[in-house]
């Protein structure tokens, strides 16, 4: 076997990105997602006053969007695209820096697009420096219920040189 074979652990909907790079690298990608991820129970998205959304994940993202093109609150997207909007991709403290940097409290709350489950509290950093931070729990992860007839056969094999984790929930 030449071949590096690898397993992906993330959900489908980040998994075939991180996939399409290892396979241009010459691995072999097997994609066992061990969190499936859902939309929350109708979230009451309300934008009253916000001056930016804080994301601090892609899922975050997509269900903000989602929510956005449901109609949810689509009035409000006109005043919240002037640069008001940011996306940080690092960590819960270096984004909550970057929010303290970017914005000021004065000019309205922050809204995290979050899920029902996280890393850390975006909330807790910043309202000691004055802001008011809205967690809209938009999305929840589930864990997978079983793993994959591929995924068991090349472990039952040995033919697995590496399995990537993402989270400490899927590790």
Do not use: C, W
Not at 7 to 27: F, K, N, W
Not at 89 to 113: C, I, M, N, Q, T
Request: proline share 4%.
């Amino acid at each position: 076997r030449a071949k590096v074979r690898l397993v992906i652990t993330r959900p489908h909907e980040d998994a075939e990105r991180s996939a399409s790079v290892l396979r241009a690298l010459g691995a072999e990608v097997i994609l066992e997602p061990l969190l499936v991820v859902m939309p929350a129970a109708a979230a009451d998205l309300d934008l009253t006053g916000v001056q930016a959304f804080l994301l601090t994940s892609a899922n975050g993202a997509r269900a903000l969007a989602a929510q956005l093109a449901s109609g949810a609150a689509a009035f409000a997207l006109p005043a919240l695209a002037e640069d008001k909007s940011h996306d940080h991709s690092h960590d819960v403290v270096s984004l909550a820096a970057l929010a303290r940097d970017s914005l000021k409290p004065a000019d309205g709350a922050l809204l995290h697009a979050a899920g029902s489950v996280q890393a850390g509290d975006l909330a807790e950093l910043l309202n000691g420096d004055g802001f008011v931070v809205r967690r809209a729990v938009l999305y929840e992860t589930r864990k997978a219920r079983a793993f994959s007839a591929d995924f068991l056969a090349a472990l039952d094999e040995q033919q697995l040189d590496g399995v990537l984790f993402y989270s400490p929930r899927t590790a």
